[in-house]
């Protein structure tokens, strides 16, 4: 021990302030951390519920369709698959796979890069 109490005592707050410094920089990257696995959470959620919706209601579809008209599985079965399909491309939008929903949207595109000429 110190025979002067003062000495001891800023030390001990030199201390005091490495370790500080040393958790707040632990928790930055904690955080951080934390975050990211949220935004991996919320994104998985989003792609999941955009998938199930869509084939729920491209079944929903099919199985009204089925109700009018007597096709009876025919209805369910295609507009399920088709569900099946809106909902695969809206995964892929959203994932940054595929860019435009329909080439048509590039044709918008090209006509007014060649007004621009």
Known sequence: MATDPKDSLE?????LEKE????????????EAA???????????KLSSEF?????????????L???LPTKPWGLIVFLLLGFCAGVLNVLRTAGVVNSPHPVDRLG???KRDKER
């Open 109 to 111: 595109e090209i006509r």
């Open 11 to 15: 030390d001990r707050m030199s201390r």
């Open 52 to 64: 199930i919706a869509a084939v729920i209601v491209g079944a929903m579809i099919g199985y009204l």
């Open 35 to 45: 975050n990211e696995r949220q935004k991996g959470y919320s994104q998985a959620l």
């Open 20 to 31: 500080l410094a040393q958790a707040k920089t632990g928790k930055d990257e904690s955080d």
């Open 66 to 68: 089925d109700l009018v």
